[in-house]
């Protein structure tokens, strides 16, 4: 079983079991959510869209709250005498697919 769903703006390709580091949500660690699934399919080569299955739910577990490593961005203009070090750490949530609903 599989199915395709979209949180902080980006999607993610999941099945039942598997540990995805998503953009933090706004749910406390060892909570269950429902999410809306885009795309679901029960077998291989049965795939169906949310638009003829609006039902497809994708329930998930929250297991942590995390920061993501540290990115370093680096600006500088040629001959100019400008350069400039900024960082930045994304706020991250662990979540485990449990299970896909279909129905």
Do not use: C
Request: net charge positive; aromatic share 6%.
């Amino acid at each position: 079983m599989y199915a395709i769903i979209e949180t902080g703006g980006k999607q993610f390709w999941v099945s039942p079991g598997d540990v995805v580091r998503v953009d933090r949500l706004e749910a406390e660690a060892g909570k269950e959510l429902t999410l809306q699934a885009l795309w679901a399919a029960g077998e291989p080569g049965a795939a169906e869209s949310s638009k003829k299955l609006p039902s497809a739910k994708v329930t998930v577990e929250v297991l942590r709250h995390f920061r993501g490593p540290k990115i370093i961005v680096f600006k500088k203009r040629v001959k100019k005498a400008y350069q400039k070090t900024i960082g930045h750490r994304q706020d991250l949530t662990e979540i485990r697919v449990k299970d896909i609903s279909l129905n």
